[in-house]
């Protein structure tokens, strides 16, 4: 038991190490008879590049406080989930973003699945940033393990707020967040297994592609060349899962994560989370679970 908990606390110290401690700095014109906005520079304790411009009122988040709460709440309540040798940290956008990731001990297989042992591995998110944009947010990442298709979701319920002063004292309620998280990666398998069920026709098709997208299916040969490359793309990843998996909302969705994680972000986590791939994820569910009212 000891040893377990000097591994343990070796593990932390180790991530601890790695963790940008923000420098909040004023910006200055540097000009003689030009006064100073009230801008500041987020920067990295060991200097460099500005990792955000912000106003007076930002406060960069502690990210040995946010850690803290982080392995407090999983000695918490749930140590049977996650094993907190498990957790890294990770730097996006040149630091500017930040994650603490936690995988969770057990994939969920997705019943109803046409493949078989169609499994879904998920890790938990606590994510914040620098660039004066980016919340302190709790969510989750799932992959399918045997196409690596990815997506990211946030908790059922919204626990992401602002970096202010004020609310810092927030990263201390984690524990509740961190375990809704946990349900709500269940929730999200079982929901792929209710798409499964919802076959789709090549009208619902195009009308889920056009929402989606934004592109308008019918009207394909007015689009540009580029708009008509990404609908084929699209078409293709489809195509594909549908091949795998049948003619159901359950392959429909998953083109779409099969498009973002293997063309659009071509593999890359940074891209999966921050950019284009997961709007269009995201879209993609929010569009999904709307056709199965």
Same mark, same amino acid.
């Given at each position: 038991m000891?040893e377990?908990f ?8 180790g991530?601890r190490?790695?963790?940008i401690?923000p420098?909040k700095?004023?910006l200055?014109?540097?000009l003689e008879g030009?006064e100073?906005?009230d =801008? ?5 304790h060991?200097g ?7 106003g007076?009122? @930002?406060?960069?988040?502690?990210l040995?406080?946010?850690l803290d709460s982080?392995?407090?709440?999983v000695v918490e309540c ?6 907190i040798?498990q957790l ?5 956008k ?5 994650? @603490?990731e936690?995988?969770?001990k ?8 046409p493949m078989?042992g169609?499994?879904v591995s998920s ?7 620098f660039?004066?944009y980016?919340k302190?947010?709790?969510?989750f990442?799932s992959?399918r ?10 908790s059922?319920i919204d626990?992401?707020?602002?970096n202010t002063l004020?609310n810092?004292?927030k990263? @201390?309620?984690l524990?509740?967040?961190?375990i809704?998280?946990i ?6 398998v079982q ?8 076959k789709?026709?090549?009208?619902e ?7 989606v997208?934004g592109y308008?299916v ?5 689009l540009?060349?580029r708009?008509?490359?990404i609908?084929?793309k699209i078409n293709?990843s489809?195509?594909i ?6 003619a159901?909302? @359950?392959?429909?969705y ?10 659009l972000a071509?593999?890359?986590?940074e891209d999966i989370?921050?950019?284009n791939a997961n709007k269009l994820n995201?879209? =993609?569910m929010?569009? =999904?679970? =709307?056709m199965m009212?």
């Amino acid at each position: 038991m000891l040893e377990k908990f000097e591994s343990q606390n070796n593990h932390i110290e180790g991530i601890r190490s790695q963790l940008i401690q923000p420098k909040k700095i004023q910006l200055h014109s540097g000009l003689e008879g030009f006064e100073s906005p009230d =801008a500041y520079g987020i920067y990295r304790h060991t200097g460099g590049d500005a990792l955000g411009v912000v106003g007076k009122v @930002f406060q960069p988040m502690d990210l040995n406080v946010l850690l803290d709460s982080v392995v407090m709440s999983v000695v918490e309540c749930c140590s049977a989930d996650v094993d907190i040798e498990q957790l890294s940290y990770k730097e996006f956008k040149g630091g500017s973003k930040v994650a @603490f990731e936690l995988p969770l001990k057990s994939n969920q297989e997705i019943k109803g699945s046409p493949m078989v042992g169609d499994l879904v591995s998920s890790s938990l998110l606590i994510q914040t940033g620098f660039d004066g944009y980016t919340k302190t947010s709790v969510s989750f990442l799932s992959f399918r393990l045997w196409c690596t298709n990815g997506a990211t979701r946030k908790s059922a319920i919204d626990v992401s707020f602002k970096n202010t002063l004020n609310n810092h004292a927030k990263v @201390f309620m984690l524990a509740d967040e961190l375990i809704t998280c946990i349900n709500d990666t269940e929730a999200y398998v079982q929901q792929l297994g209710e798409f499964v069920k919802k076959k789709v026709k090549q009208s619902e098709i195009d009308a889920f592609l056009t929402k989606v997208t934004g592109y308008n299916v019918s009207d394909y040969s007015e689009l540009t060349t580029r708009k008509r490359n990404i609908l084929d793309k699209i078409n293709e990843s489809v195509a594909i899962e549908m091949q795998n998996t049948g003619a159901n909302l @359950f392959s429909l969705y998953n083109g779409i994560t099969r498009y973002t994680t293997h063309d659009l972000a071509g593999g890359n986590i940074e891209d999966i989370l921050y950019s284009n791939a997961n709007k269009l994820n995201v879209m =993609a569910m929010d569009t =999904a679970m =709307a056709m199965m009212n």
